[in-house]
């Protein structure tokens, strides 16, 4: 069976080793061709967000970031947040989202968090964090989606 990260590395524009990615003992080697079908089926935002997170693509970062970022608006709607007037809170959010699922290790510290939003560290620990962790929960769960929509065609396809 083969990695899901490496058909995410396969179906990149970019030239990214899909062979040293997500190693394998079955199947050494496979094409495009097998990786697109692997990939058939799957919703645009869900194999979008795949790629970022799996492949390191961000040529759909704008796009994700825009739908992440109208989806934390309907929760901030919901919830009812009080967001401060003038603030991009909720698109910064979205963008850190991106960045985090891209490069998780970068972005440990929640000062780093707090600094990219455009608050106070300790606002950002009493009021944003769980808010924010609800957001990236959107982007992560569709890339997780992503993945084992992958993983069940490759059954289908092995089998």
Request: net charge positive.
């Amino acid at each position: 069976m083969i990695s899901p990260a490496r058909v995410f590395a396969a179906m990149t524009a970019h030239p990214i080793n899909h062979r040293n990615v997500g190693r394998s003992t079955a199947l050494p080697d496979f094409d495009q061709a097998t990786a697109a079908a692997m990939c058939a089926g799957m919703p645009d935002l869900q194999f979008k967000a795949s790629m970022l997170k799996w492949a390191g693509d961000w040529s759909n970062a704008n796009y994700l970031e825009y739908r992440i970022w109208i989806a934390a608006v309907d929760i901030a709607r919901e919830e009812k947040w009080k967001i401060p007037r003038g603030r991009e809170y909720l698109r910064r959010m979205a963008g850190l989202a991106i960045a985090e699922v891209a490069d998780p290790g970068r972005w440990q510290l929640d000062k780093d968090r707090a600094e990219f939003i455009g608050m106070h560290k300790s606002e950002f620990c009493r009021v944003w964090r769980k808010r924010y962790e609800m957001v990236y929960r959107i982007l992560d769960e569709l890339a997780q989606d992503g993945y084992r929509h992958v993983q069940r065609n490759n059954m289908e396809i092995a089998s």
